[in-house]
């Protein structure tokens, strides 16, 4: 799966996310808290909708079964090579005809004022330097009455929460842990490459934005691992970390993880 995907652009370096799109992103969510949003949010009135920042189409393809069965999508993606795997996932998922993919900057939506019923993303503004400029944009290309919709984390918490199962070390080392998380969250943002928790940001930028009728929900999503790893999700989670480790990876490169850790106010040694 990973082989498949892990190719590298014109410049030589892999393109955005590469690390992320294997086959455990197919279980982030669970179905009945999807379908739950689908009615709360009335999504199977939207005909036209948006997925900035679709990367291989994961996110809108989801949600097809709470999407009007006549409904079509567009998915925008600043990399060239996500648009071809995410319209060829989109085939393969019988969507082809509906579900078509573009090259376009989240900053700088390639459509014009009031096309879409509905527009959305996930982990999309995590990347933005200026996840306002984006969320302006979205809010252009949306019809007077549409919706948007953004599911974005904060992955601090996460890690806070993963912590919680090394309780055999030292609680200094615990928190040296999150204490570098934080330095390397910090300094990827000061690089500009966006903040990686903004999830509990995002109301607040659309109540600034002017909107009025916001509603916020965690996702109800556990990750079990346990033994013996037998299901399906638990073995893409397995294959996963197994992978990461014998690459010594860590969600980062080392090189990308050294510039945020310095940017952050890390120091080298
Ligand atoms: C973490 S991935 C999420 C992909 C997809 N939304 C999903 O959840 O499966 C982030 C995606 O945003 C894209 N991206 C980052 N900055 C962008 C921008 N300014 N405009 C368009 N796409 C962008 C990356 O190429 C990558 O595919």
């Given at each position: 799966?990973?082989?498949?995907?892990?190719?590298?652009?014109?410049?030589?370096?892999?393109?955005?996310?590469?690390?992320?799109?294997?086959?455990?992103?197919?279980?982030?969510?669970?179905?009945?808290?999807?379908?739950?949003?689908?009615s709360?949010?009335?999504?199977?009135?939207a005909?036209?909708?948006l997925?900035?920042?679709?990367?291989?189409?994961?996110?809108?393809?989801?949600?097809t079964?709470?999407?009007a069965?006549?409904?079509q999508?567009?998915g925008?993606?600043?990399?060239?090579?996500?648009?071809?795997?995410?319209?060829?996932?989109?085939s393969?998922?019988?969507?082809?005809?509906?579900?078509?993919y573009q090259?376009?900057?989240?900053?700088?939506?390639?459509?014009?004022?009031?096309?879409f019923?509905?527009?959305?993303?996930?982990t999309?503004?995590?990347?933005?330097?200026?996840?306002?400029?984006?969320?302006?944009?979205?809010?252009?290309?949306?019809?007077?009455?549409?919706?948007?919709?953004f599911?974005?984390?904060?992955?601090?918490?996460?890690?806070t929460?993963?912590?919680?199962?090394?309780?055999?070390?030292?609680?200094?080392?615990?928190v040296?842990?999150?204490?570098?998380d934080?330095?390397v969250?910090?300094?990827?943002?000061?690089l500009?490459?966006g903040?990686n928790?903004?999830g509990?940001?995002?109301?607040?930028?659309?109540?600034?934005?002017?909107?009025?009728?916001i509603?916020?929900?965690?996702?109800?999503?556990?990750?079990?691992?346990?033994?013996?790893?037998?299901?399906?999700?638990?073995?893409?989670?397995?294959?996963?970390l197994?992978?990461?480790?014998?690459?010594?990876?860590?969600?980062?490169?080392?090189?990308e993880?050294?510039?945020y850790?310095t940017?952050?106010g890390?120091?080298?040694?």
């Amino acid at each position: 799966m990973f082989g498949e995907i892990m190719n590298t652009n014109e410049s030589g370096k892999k393109p955005h996310s590469a690390e992320y799109f294997g086959e455990e992103r197919d279980y982030w969510w669970n179905q009945d808290f999807l379908e739950l949003m689908g009615s709360r949010l009335c999504l199977k009135e939207a005909k036209s909708i948006l997925d900035v920042g679709c990367g291989i189409g994961h996110w809108g393809q989801v949600l097809t079964p709470y999407f009007a069965k006549d409904a079509q999508l567009v998915g925008i993606d600043r990399e060239q090579e996500w648009i071809e795997k995410a319209s060829e996932r989109a085939s393969r998922l019988g969507l082809g005809e509906r579900y078509r993919y573009q090259l376009g900057d989240a900053t700088k939506i390639p459509f014009e004022a009031d096309t879409f019923d509905l527009v959305t993303c996930q982990t999309l503004l995590i990347h933005l330097k200026d996840p306002v400029v984006g969320l302006k944009e979205m809010l252009r290309v949306l019809k007077p009455g549409g919706r948007v919709l953004f599911a974005e984390p904060n992955n601090f918490a996460r890690l806070t929460v993963a912590s919680n199962l090394s309780k055999e070390l030292p609680v200094d080392q615990v928190v040296e842990r999150l204490k570098f998380d934080l330095i390397v969250q910090r300094g990827k943002e000061a690089l500009g490459l966006g903040f990686n928790s903004i999830g509990d940001f995002v109301p607040g930028y659309l109540n600034e934005l002017g909107l009025r009728d916001i509603a916020v929900y965690l996702s109800d999503k556990a990750v079990p691992l346990f033994p013996p790893y037998v299901s399906k999700e638990q073995q893409a989670s397995v294959n996963l970390l197994k992978d990461w480790v014998a690459r010594g990876f860590v969600g980062w490169d080392r090189d990308e993880l050294f510039s945020y850790f310095t940017a952050g106010g890390g120091r080298r040694e």
